[in-house]
């Protein structure tokens, strides 16, 4: 058996599954990009405001949920549900730290804001 044969006999997910599975990861992806929005206008708008590296650390977490919800996309949609749907839990593991460590950086650096 060659593996062009092996990957036409394997059975793909139908489009509502993949459909289904993305969309409800999409709205955990959202709200951290939503949070992460939330905390930058929030800091621009304080009394101290923010500097340039300030605006260049929390624009960040804003853009970086949408990047790795695009790779984890693409890595996981031709496999089955389960792991498609643990390559994007994987995903928003790995965006929820990162989140986390710019939240404690913005916390205890006082070089971000002006």
Do not use: H
């Not at 960040?60 to 984890?72: M, T």
Request: hydrophobic share 65%; proline share 4%.
């Amino acid at each position: 058996m060659t593996a062009a044969e092996t990957t036409a006999s394997r059975p793909r997910l139908p489009v509502w599954l993949i459909v289904t599975i993305a969309g409800v990861f999409a709205l955990l992806y959202a709200y951290v990009v939503w949070t992460a929005l939330a905390f930058l206008l929030q800091q621009a708008g304080g009394t101290a405001g923010l500097t340039g590296y300030g605006w260049f650390v929390l624009i960040l977490p804003v853009v970086f949920p949408i990047v790795v919800f695009g790779v984890a996309f693409a890595i996981g949609w031709r496999r089955g549900a389960a792991q498609f749907a643990l390559v994007l839990l994987t995903g928003l593991a790995f965006i929820a730290a990162f989140w986390l460590n710019v939240f404690a950086y913005a916390a205890a650096t006082p070089a971000l804001y002006g």
